[in-house]
């Protein structure tokens, strides 16, 4: 039935089918749900209006989240994802937590047990109000039908506003039964979030002059940008700032894309793993402009080293941001594409700077500090394959995922995004596992487009069962799979501060001689698992390479299929991530080599 024409005053309607009806109503196109005995109502209200909303069964709660993930990320709408009571329920908390650290907006539906044994450990109950409260932005449990609709409205309102985030909406199994008659349901009801005031004031006036005071006198600024700038569609109007006054950009890993990875005027990545040039002028800037950013540990470093030589301007949504971890001489409380547009309007000839003699020094900092790696001869190192993968697909419009580890530091590296919303990293938690479902959900939401999960094979089997997902949804997402047998950035931590000690991060067999460190160094004939008969047993079409020959045409090959592929790709263990600033440590102590 099409709710919104029905004219039977007399018809009834269940909780579960109000809920999706409001899920269609704000705009939903898709949901990644797993069914239980909890959810099932719900299940079944979603087949009701399968032509109106898309139900996609991933293969484990956690893949659903982050596909969900996949699709807010990459459109800045919505992720919706749903699992039944228990244990289906607390499958997608990794998920949750890893929305809330990174700013996704999400609604979390949970079914639950009814309310009449909640409470009593019925069979699958887990409270998930409590379990999810530090997690997400707010979460909700539904005891009355009559509150549903308003629920969902609120849900919606409070992950999209202000700083996003995840809200979860637990749904016990009497209230997705329960009956109203539909002349009483009210689809726009009053929402009632007392408290709730996500709605920020325009930059002040002398705010903006303040801002352009400091930019107009500063010798050595840097805009320093993150996923706030992504989150507020913030990319046009930073790039146009950025053009009009010639002031460095370098981004946090969340803000890779919001300006243009391949204009001179970028410093690409900063912090731990980010260019020595980008480190560097951050660490000698009289004029800090952070956008969008939240000073994190794995950017600062040692947090009273971090750019004390300047004045900074902090400008984020979240007021509790600012003067968290660094002190801002202008605290700018307001949406960050707001603030720029502003800023944008002032900007007036006379404050643009002279910034030759900057760079001309970050010139020199590029030349000296290059992105760089060594000649392994035919084998294939990483940084060579990301980078061969960028030369081949950087005219077409690619979306790539990662998973967490070294090949997500060298895709951050040697990936130029020169647009938003292409690059999802889970940034914030650092959740392997991440790559393939976020991948599969941004294909969902851009079918026509190429999306890439860039993986390690230590990462690529936490949610290897979404391969199954990939086949029977027919979603052509291609796996780039850097494989080194090894959980690689445990491994250099190893070599670096636990004197090459390998303590369980071989992927191998337990009696293998490199599971303590003393085997040749050289990668075996037999890689385990076999990924190509894994991915060939789901229906996905895959290849391994070894030979730097091959490589190029065997990438190739993988990018003209037309369905999903993988190409497994074995890579020595004994690369390490550079340049590195060991944790805690300051920009005096990077590590080039």
């Not at 989150?231 to 890779?256: C, Q």
């Amino acid at each position: 039935m099409t709710l919104t024409t029905v004219e039977n005053a007399t018809q009834t309607i269940n909780g579960a089918q109000i809920l999706v009806e409001m899920l269609v109503r704000l705009g939903v196109e898709t949901i990644y749900a797993y069914p239980g005995g909890a959810s099932m109502p719900l299940h079944q209200a979603l087949r009701e209006h399968r032509e109106r909303i898309r139900t996609i069964l991933p293969r484990h709660e956690q893949g659903g989240c982050f596909a969900a993930q996949g699709i807010a990320r990459s459109t800045g709408k919505i992720g919706v994802v749903m699992g039944t009571s228990g244990p289906g329920a607390t499958n997608l908390v990794t998920g949750i937590a890893d929305a809330k650290l990174d700013s996704i907006p999400m609604i979390c539906i949970t079914g639950q047990v009814p309310q009449a044994v909640i409470g009593s450990d019925a069979f699958q109950e887990t409270p998930m109000v409590e379990v999810c409260g530090a997690i997400t932005k707010h979460q909700y449990m539904i005891t009355d039908v009559r509150d549903v609709a308003r629920v969902m409205k609120e849900a919606y309102y409070v992950a999209m506003t202000g700083r996003p985030g995840p809200v979860l909406v637990d749904v016990p199994k009497d209230v997705q039964l329960q009956t109203l008659p539909l002349s009483e349901v009210d689809f726009d009801p009053p929402m009632n979030l007392p408290g709730y005031r996500p709605q920020t004031r325009p930059v002040a006036p002398e705010q903006v002059r303040q801002i352009l005071a400091a930019v107009r006198r500063a010798k050595r600024p840097v805009l320093y940008v993150g996923g706030g700038c992504i989150h507020s569609n913030a990319s046009e109007e930073l790039t146009k700032f950025a053009l009009r006054t010639g002031i460095p950009v370098t981004m946090t890993v969340m803000g890779l894309g919001v300006f243009p990875g391949t204009h001179s005027q970028s410093l690409h990545m900063l912090g731990m793993h980010g260019t020595v040039y980008a480190n560097y002028a951050v660490d000698q800037a009289d004029l800090l402009l952070a956008f969008g950013v939240r000073f994190d540990d794995r950017v600062t470093g040692k947090l009273e080293e971090f750019a004390k030589h300047g004045k900074i301007v902090h400008v984020d949504i979240d007021a509790s941001e600012i003067h968290k971890n660094k002190e801002a001489h202008i605290p700018v409380h307001g949406d960050v594409c707001e603030a720029l547009q502003a800023l944008n309007a002032a900007l007036t000839d006379e404050d643009i700077p002279d910034l030759s003699e900057w760079h001309q020094q970050i010139a020199g900092w590029k030349a000296k500090f290059p992105l760089s790696y060594g000649d392994a001869g035919d084998a294939i190192l990483q940084q060579y394959a990301i980078e061969e993968l960028w030369r081949q697909t950087q005219h077409r419009d690619t979306y790539v995922a990662v998973g967490v580890g070294q090949h997500q530091m060298w895709a951050a590296q040697f990936y130029k995004f020169d647009r938003p919303r292409r690059w999802l990293s889970s940034s914030g938690l650092g959740t392997m596992g991440f790559g393939l479902p976020a991948a599969m959900g941004v294909q969902t939401a851009h079918p026509d487009s190429l999306v890439i999960d860039i993986d390690g094979d230590g990462s690529f089997q936490m949610n290897i069962q979404e391969l199954g997902t990939l086949f029977c949804e027919k979603l052509p997402v291609k796996i780039l799979l850097l494989n080194n047998q090894h959980l690689g950035m445990v491994v250099q931590w190893e070599d670096r501060f636990m004197s090459g000690r390998r303590a369980h991060t071989y992927l191998g067999p337990v009696d293998h001689p490199e599971a303590l460190g003393e085997g040749d160094g050289k990668m075996p004939e037999e890689t385990f698992p076999n990924f190509v008969r894994i991915a060939e047993g789901y229906g996905i079409k895959a290849r391994q390479v070894r030979s730097r020959a091959e490589y190029p045409a065997a990438l190739a090959e993988m990018l003209a299929y037309d369905g999903p592929y993988l190409l497994d790709v074995i890579c020595p263990y004994q690369e390490h991530v550079l340049p590195m600033i060991p944790s805690g440590r300051t920009v005096r102590e990077i590590i080039t080599r």
